[in-house]
């Protein structure tokens, strides 16, 4: 992937985003329009997962100007958030109950729910509003082999996530950790769908979520995809050793014997057989 090897500051990865945000423009792939601000709301959030949520925001926002985007974050309980005027989704969910909560208002009032914070499987239910950004607890089990496996760690360096933990230490004086890269990259696939959408409205939204090629780049050096059958973010785990530092990433690169990369990553946690759901349909 041509995510490979990246080695760009910050400065230069603004340049970047920004020249390529420009160049969907005047390709066509992004139609220069009034303005429609991607309202998000952030909900039962952590720490760690806000300032992720505030560093993706920050970003997207800045190459939003370029070209007449813009993205606003809201604050407030999910109750009060849900139904409000021109909301595109919910952010956050830090535990079960809360991200439970979160995904059953979205569900009634029409909007999107990314959980960031809750690995629970009985949560990898049939939203068909809900997407999870976390790793379900069945994919932590599977990675962690006896050990601890973990989201996102901030002494990775491959595929862009140096520069990804240079900027979250640079904005908090702290290491990005997986929920802060959880609530990151929540709001990086709303923004690049709204993008390629080409609209902030929730059913545009999701339709680009689940589309069969659509692709996010996660600076895990993996093409992330939604499953259909549960909207699980397709992603590889980090097993961690007994002193903390990552000792491997599950599933292991080349180690599918022919399988492709969503073949490989669907090996973690629940796979089809064991959902109900078929597309989020219930």
């Known amino acids: 992937m041509s ?17 390529g945000c420009a160049a969907l423009v005047a390709g066509g792939a992004v139609p220069v329009q009034p303005a429609v601000p991607l309202r998000i709301g ?65 569900e009634r009032a029409g909007v999107l729910f990314i959980n960031a914070g809750s690995p629970a499987d009985a949560l990898r239910g049939c939203g068909r509003n809900t997407f999870h950004v976390e790793a379900s607890a069945a994919m932590y089990a599977a990675a962690a082999s006896g050990g601890r496996a973990v989201l996102w760690h901030p002494s990775l360096e491959r595929f862009g996530a140096a520069q990804l933990n240079d900027r979250f230490r640079a904005r908090f004086a702290a290491g990005m950790d997986g929920p802060a890269w959880a609530g990151w990259m929540a709001v990086k696939v709303l923004w690049e769908a709204a993008l390629r959408a080409r609209s902030t409205q929730p059913a545009a939204l999701r339709a680009y979520l689940v589309r069969g090629d659509t692709r996010f780049d996660g600076h895990k050096g993996w093409p992330l995809s939604f499953r259909a059958w549960d909207r699980q973010l397709r992603q590889p785990l980090y097993r961690l050793d007994a002193a903390g530092k990552v000792a491997g990433e599950v599933p292991a690169r080349g180690a599918g014997g022919g399988a492709s990369s969503g073949e490989l990553l669907d090996r973690l946690g629940a796979g089809p057989s064991a959902s109900t759901c078929r597309g989020g349909t219930r």
């Open 3 to 19: 995510m490979q090897g990246e080695e760009i500051g910050r400065r230069e990865f603004l340049r970047r985003a920004s020249r």
């Open 42 to 106: 952030l909900v039962a959030a952590g720490p760690s997962a806000t300032r992720g949520v505030t560093l993706g925001v920050e970003e997207a926002a800045r190459t939003g100007t370029l070209f007449g985007r813009a993205i606003e974050l809201v604050t407030g309980t999910a109750e009060s958030l849900a139904g409000r005027r021109g909301l595109a989704a919910l952010v956050g969910g830090s535990g079960e109950g809360p991200a439970r909560a979160a995904s059953a208002l979205a």
